[in-house]
């Protein structure tokens, strides 16, 4: 890797729930502010942003297991259960295995980074996570030289998930990244929000956020991480191929084909609030537009 990308903002920057922090998120947002002065990469597009609050990145949720309105996974994620959790993480690895959230957790490094979050559906985000990288858990398990993409499915739990009885998708929810996306450092498992643990209408009790995609691509609950040659289905592309790509970057310039693209309702904003310019890759196109050099992509949606 040739930079590991660190956030300009610290805990600090959310005072509101900094009493929440333990001690081990305390020093791990310290220690990225100190390093963050000797890394000026993509800290850039990160220096004005102002968080939502936690009642509305933990109130307007996407999750469909658990109903397809948004106050629906506040109303009843409660049901999952997350003690204990297991991911099995298979494929092209050279530890393959069932590991235990809390193993997985006691070998990674968590750290706050703050990330415009931008939905499909056009409305917007400012979360600030608590996680590790990806590619910490996956240079964890070795990769192997053949592996070429990354697969995440959720929990698909009928009993506990009153979605799942509603056809709207293919269950369980999967989704994939190419292997030098998902090695990127911009690409995180959160497992926390404001220095709490991540709430379950949020994908507890670890999740996949990809900054620069639309929020579709960023899986909850995860229990499968597999590595493989091909590209894995996606449940988004899968249902609807037309609308939704399997890259799926964030593309102002690339309208959906029901609605425009150029622009975004920052929720929290008020009533009145004006509607936002949607930035090439969410802003974070100095860091990542490298990887698509020579991809048409009005053509790779
Ligand atoms: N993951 C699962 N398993 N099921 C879902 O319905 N929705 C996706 C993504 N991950 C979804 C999912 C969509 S469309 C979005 S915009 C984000 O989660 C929403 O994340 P948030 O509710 O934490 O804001």
Redesign the pocket.
């Known amino acids: 890797m040739a930079f590991r990308w660190k956030n300009t903002l610290t805990s600090d920057d959310v005072t509101p729930y900094a009493a929440y922090l333990n001690r081990r998120q305390l020093m791990a947002g310290a220690a990225a502010g100190a390093i963050a002065g000797a890394m000026p990469m993509a800290s850039r597009a990160q220096d004005a942003l102002e968080p939502n609050t936690w009642e509305e ?1 933990t109130s ?6 658990f109903g397809t309105g948004k106050d629906d ?1 506040a109303r009843n994620a409660h049901r999952l259960t997350i003690d204990p959790w297991t991911v099995r993480i298979d494929g092209l690895v050279d530890k393959p295995g069932d590991y235990s959230f809390a193993d997985i957790l006691s070998q990674m490094t968590v750290e706050e980074r703050i990330y415009r ?1 931008r ?3 056009a409305w917007s ?1 400012v ?1 600030p996570w608590n996680g590790f990288e990806l590619a910490d858990l996956l240079d964890w398990v070795g990769v192997q030289s053949s592996a070429r993409y990354v697969a995440f499915e ?1 929990a698909m739990r009928p009993e506990e998930m009153p979605g799942l009885a509603s056809p709207v ?1 293919d269950w369980p ?1 999967v989704e994939g990244l190419r292997l030098d996306e998902a090695m990127h450092p911009l690409t995180m498992m959160a497992t926390g929000i404001y220095g709490r643990d991540i709430p379950k ?3 507890a009790p670890m ?1 996949l956020v990809v900054p620069w995609k ?3 691509k ?4 995860i229990v499968r991480i597999s590595l493989v040659e091909e590209e894995p289905p996606a449940s ?1 592309n899968v249902t609807n191929p037309r609308e939704y790509g399997f890259y799926s970057n964030v593309n102002p310039n690339v309208d959906h084909p029901r609605w425009s693209q150029a622009t975004e309702r920052r929720i929290g904003g008020g009533l009145f609030a004006k509607r936002q310019p949607t930035l090439m890759f969410n802003g974070y196109e100095e860091d990542v537009a490298s990887l698509y050099d020579g991809m048409d992509l009005s053509e790779f949606i």
Request: net charge neutral; proline share 3%; aromatic share 28%.
């Open positions: 990145i307007y949720n996407n999750y469909y297991e996974p979050f939905c499909v559906e985000m979360i959720t998708l929810y209408q949020n994908g999740r639309y929020g579709f960023s899986i909850k609950s988004w």
